[in-house]
């Protein structure tokens, strides 16, 4: 190999690694006000309601910090949880701080799978979740980029149902831009809560696994 091709290959394999590593590095900075609620370990906060956003699709985090600086998410009188994040997601200056944080958090280990605190039918559950979530959120619930449906097992099932209330009732993607958030609203109209609750014990199986 050419003394010349070895430097051109060093270099084009580095700068990726060394770019991300310093937004990673500025994230962890930007993480500390977040640890409250968030955990160190991106895991989430059962008495604040706050979800695990470790483990979570990037595209997706990313997203959800926009909205919140753009009030497509979280302006709703309604939405108290949503109202705790929005000052929070204010301290990401621009899309710099944003894409930094969350290499930050994705930089992070997956959270072990949350406790279950709902008990539903996880077989019926299966049925309905296959019919009516899987194919956006996948089958085992890890989420699909393309469709911008997040990852659901790191989520836990009270957060869930919270969350499919709150698009059910208008208070989360009710925004006339938020277009996935119209798409899992219309989606939330279409189970019931006792569905719902097998859904969740389905998605604590698929968790654990
Ligand atoms: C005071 C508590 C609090 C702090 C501090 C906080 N958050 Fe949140 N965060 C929440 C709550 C509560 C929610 C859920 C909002 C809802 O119910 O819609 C949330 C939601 C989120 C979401 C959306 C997750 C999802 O699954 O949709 C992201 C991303 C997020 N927070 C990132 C951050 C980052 C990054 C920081 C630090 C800059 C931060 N949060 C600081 C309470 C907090
Ligand atoms: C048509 C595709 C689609 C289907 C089907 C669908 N979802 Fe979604 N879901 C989405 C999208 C897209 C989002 C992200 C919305 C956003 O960006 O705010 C989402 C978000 C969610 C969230 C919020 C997660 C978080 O981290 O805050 C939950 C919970 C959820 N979906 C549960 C469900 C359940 C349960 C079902 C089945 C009853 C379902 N979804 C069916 C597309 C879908």
């Known amino acids: 190999m050419s003394p010349g091709l070895r430097y051109f290959l060093i270099f084009t394999l580095l700068i990726p690694t060394i770019g991300s590593a310093a937004d990673a590095a500025a994230g962890k900075a930007l993480y500390a006000p977040c640890i409250t609620c968030h955990g160190a370990n ?6 604040v309601a706050s979800p ?3 483990g979570q699709s990037e595209d997706y985090l990313v997203r959800q910090l926009r ?5 497509l998410r979280g302006t709703n009188p309604e939405d108290t949880g949503g109202a705790q994040m929005r000052p929070m997601a204010a301290t990401l200056a621009d899309d710099a701080a944003i894409e930094s944080v969350v290499a930050y958090i994705a930089s992070l280990d997956t959270p072990p799978a949350p406790a ?4 539903g039918d996880a077989g019926s559950g299966a049925k309905f979740y296959v019919s009516r979530c899987g194919a956006c959120h996948g089958g085992k619930g890890e989420g699909n980029d ?3 449906a997040p990852r659901l097992t790191t989520l836990r099932d ?5 969350q499919v209330e709150l698009f059910r009732s208008g208070t989360r993607g009710a925004h006339p831009d938020d277009k996935y958030g119209q798409q899992m609203a219309i989606m939330a109209k279409v189970v019931t809560d006792r569905e719902l609750n097998d859904i ?3 998605l604590n199986e698929l968790a654990q696994q």
């Open 200 to 202: 969740v014990a389905f």
């Open 158 to 162: 009270s957060y869930i149902v919270q």
């Open 67 to 71: 909205n919140f600086n753009s009030g």
């Open 42 to 47: 991106g895991e989430g906060n059962t008495a």
């Open 52 to 54: 695990a956003i470790a």
């Open 146 to 148: 393309a469709l911008f």
């Open 116 to 119: 279950a605190t709902l008990s």
